[in-house]
T-cell receptor
């Protein structure tokens, strides 16, 4: 069965520092990968997704993620974080791209401190 | 556009009581789904629907019923609430049931069963 593992439950970081949120997936077939962000008391919002093609994908607010097939990873990075990036981040994977097969990781809480 | 609207925002039930969590979307989305979010476990799919009159089970359907009589509404029913159903519930919808259209989430319903 497919699974998604987020290696850190909490990541504290100072403002303007770089951050990496780690995600590994297990899948024997092609996989579609997603990062979602959840701000306090809100639903999830899509941050970025990998479907095919270039292994580096970017979001509009400075995050990027790299698909590494050999390491089955899809880590999320940002070179300089802001206080407003404080949120919970979820990695998700689907073997077919269908939402009924979307598997979420347990989430990583990013806390940005001044 | 209201997007995905969930009601109520908070609910406390006693064991054995029944209730319905409401979900409505005004985007003419075909795909609708219900997730539960528990600490350390990410989101898990309860039920989903690919159109009016069509529903199917997700990963954790036991104890929950759904129906889809209209495109706009997708209520989730708890027939006999149990403490194990204490969770945050999210409704999500999409134009299509796969990655080629984004998944929109409501703001959630926090349910406590005592």
């Amino acid at each position: 069965a497919q699974s998604v593992t987020q290696l850190d439950s909490q990541v504290p970081v100072f403002e303007e520092a770089p951050v990496e949120l780690r995600c590994n997936y297990s899948s024997s077939v092609s996989v579609y990968l997603f990062w979602y962000v959840q701000y306090p008391n809100q639903g999830l919002q899509l941050l970025l997704k990998y479907l095919s093609g270039s292994t580096l994908v970017e979001s509009i607010n400075g995050f990027e993620a790299e698909f590494n097939k050999s390491q089955t990873s899809f880590h999320l990075r940002k070179p300089s974080v802001h206080i407003s990036d404080t949120a919970e981040y979820f990695c998700a994977a689907s073997p077919s791209g269908g939402y009924n097969k979307l598997i979420f990781g347990a989430g990583t809480r990013l806390a940005v401190h001044p | 556009n209201a997007g995905v609207t969930q009601t109520p925002k908070f609910q406390v039930l006693k064991t054995g009581q029944s209730m319905t969590l409401q979900c409505a979307q005004d985007m003419n989305h075909e795909y609708m789904s219900w997730y539960r979010q528990d600490p350390g476990m990410g989101l898990r799919l309860i039920h989903y629907s690919v159109g009016a009159g069509i529903t199917d089970q997700g990963e954790v359907p036991n104890g929950y019923n759904v129906s889809r009589s209209t495109t706009e509404d997708f209520p989730l029913r708890l027939l006999s609430a149990a403490p194990s159903q204490t969770s945050v519930y999210f409704c999500a919808s999409s134009r299509f049931p796969s990655y080629n259209s984004p998944l929109h989430f409501g703001n959630g319903t926090r349910l406590t069963v005592t």
